[in-house]
Structures are given as C-alpha cells and as structure tokens.
C-alpha cells in the first residue's frame, strides 16, 4: 500500500442554509486498502460522499483525488477520473438483466455510448461481446453471474445491493465508495461481502465505505474515521477507534437520545 493519500478532504465544509453538516473535515484515504467512515444517523457521512461525487459542491474546503482539486468537476467527469459509487438507497434497473444493468454502468467507457448499447448493429459487436464478457466477470465478482440473465427484481434485497457494486465497478474506478453495503442483509449475505469485498480490494481497488454495521467495519477496515455533528473525532484502526474515549461518548451518548433506537453500539453488534 502505497503512503500517498489517492482522496483528500483538507478543511472540508458544508452548510444548509443555517445547518452546518461539516465542519472542517479533514480525511486522508490512502490508495489500496479498506477505509471506514462511521458516524451516527445524521452525522453527515452521506454528504461526504455527496461531496466527493459532486452531486453536492463544498462550502469552503479543497477535496482531491490524485492530487486533483475536484472543484467544479461535473458527476460524470468525476466518474471518469475513476470513482464510483453505490448509493444508500438501492437503484438497480428492476426490469433489465443483470448483464444489461452492469453494462449500463459500463456505457462511457464505450465507444459507441449507451445509444449503442440499445441500437447495437453488426459494428458494434465485438465492442459488445468485450462489454458483455467484462459485466460476467464483474458479476462473477459478487457471486452473481449464474443469474446474469435474470431480471433483477427476481433478486433478494442483498442481492440488489452487490449488484449495484458490480455496476460501480463497470464504470472501471480505481477508488468505490460504498455506502451501507450491508444494509438489509443476512448474516450469511454480509460474511460473503466480506470476503467478496477484500478480494475487489486485493485486485488493487481502493474501498471507501460508509458502513454502521460495526462489526462488519471493523473485520474488514484497516483505516477508520469517525464523524459526530459533521466534525471528524477520530482517525485510526479498528482498535484506536474502539477504545477511543469520544468515539464511545457519541455512540452511547446517541443510544440514550433515541432511548434504545437504531444507534450501533461500537462493541460490535449488527442492526
Ligand atoms: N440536500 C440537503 N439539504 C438539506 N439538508 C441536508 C441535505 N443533505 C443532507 N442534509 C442534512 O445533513 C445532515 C447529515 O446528513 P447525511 O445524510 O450526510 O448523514 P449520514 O451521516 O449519512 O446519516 P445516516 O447514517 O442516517 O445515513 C442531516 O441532518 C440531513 O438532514
């Protein structure tokens, strides 16, 4: 793993009219690896990704990706400079294929585009037979290509979720944002991901997860960040963010506030 940071927040801020979601985030994500952002419901980890993506621009603060001020940079040219996401709320394309949804994610790094990919003729094919190889080997990936001609509303919530990660990779990122991969899964789905996930890592991906399921982050992070009313409060591994005091006060001062509610507590258990 090399030392250079591949995704920097340097005195990042965002602000809602009044509502200050983040407040002087500073992040180093470094290339290669798992990083974990964790956080209590509303702490502002959704925005950080908003942020990177550029479905949201900054209020003050430089955000960099190899070095690059992405300030300005459109979603797409984003993606294009190699970063991809999955989002909270699942969005597959219910009533196309698995193989046709992977390609969607697929269809900037065509030559012919999406148009293409719908009006495919005679020259197109070998583009296309390259695309359709690609997307079974992606689905392969997450252990979803014996289904690659099903129509993904036939699929388990769990399932939706790793494919949506197959159609990220399509778009051939070196850095995935995930955010709540295991939301909704079982334990069988979430031990799988796992083990899926650090092998999309192994291949060289850079993984950034936003991830409440603690013991989830914790097995599979090896760098950890904690945000708390839009403030970073620590940074480390699994064990410094464990047994670090303000990371403790805020999960247990959160428990209290919801009287038992959703919060998960930094021991480990699942919600
Ligand atoms: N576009 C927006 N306009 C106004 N407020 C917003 C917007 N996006 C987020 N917020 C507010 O910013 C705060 C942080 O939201 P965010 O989704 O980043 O939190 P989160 O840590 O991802 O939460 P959760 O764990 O519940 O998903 C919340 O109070 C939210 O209501």
Redesign the pocket.
């Known amino acids: 793993m090399s030392n250079v940071p591949l995704l920097t927040f340097d005195g990042v801020s965002r602000h809602?009219?009044g509502?200050k979601?983040l407040q002087d985030v500073h992040l180093a994500v470094p290339q290669g690896g798992i990083f974990g952002l964790i956080?209590?419901?509303?702490?502002?980890?959704?925005?950080?990704f908003?942020l990177t993506t550029g479905l949201?621009a900054v209020s003050g603060g430089t955000i960099r990706y190899e070095g690059r001020d992405l300030a300005g940079l459109k979603p797409h040219q984003i993606t294009r400079t190699g970063i991809a996401r999955t989002f909270?709320n699942i969005r597959v394309f219910k009533e196309m294929s698995l193989l046709e949804n992977v390609m969607v994610g697929m269809h900037s790094h065509l030559r012919y585009g999406a148009f293409g990919l719908l009006a495919s003729t005679g020259l197109f094919r070998s583009e296309e037979r390259r695309a359709r190889d690609r997307a079974r080997e992606l689905l392969s990936w997450v252990k979803l290509d014996h289904k690659a001609s099903d129509i993904a509303d036939n699929l388990s919530y769990g399932e939706q979720r790793k494919l949506e990660l197959a159609r990220a990779l399509a778009t051939e990122p070196r850095l995935l944002l995930l955010d709540?991969p295991v939301a909704g899964m079982n334990s069988a789905e979430k031990t799988d991901l796992m083990a899926e996930i650090r092998n999309i890592s192994a291949r060289g991906y850079t993984v950034f997860m936003?991830e409440?399921d603690m013991r989830f982050v914790m097995g599979l992070c090896e760098h950890i960040a904690v945000?708390n009313f839009?403030r970073i409060i620590a940074r480390g591994d699994p064990d410094q963010i464990r047994n670090d005091p303000e990371v403790i006060e805020a999960y247990l001062g959160r428990e209290e506030d919801e009287a038992g509610g959703d919060a998960a507590t930094v021991e480990g258990s699942a919600r």
């Open positions: 809602f009219g509502l979601v956080g209590p419901n509303g702490a502002g980890k959704t925005t950080v908003n949201l909270q709540e936003i409440h945000l839009g």
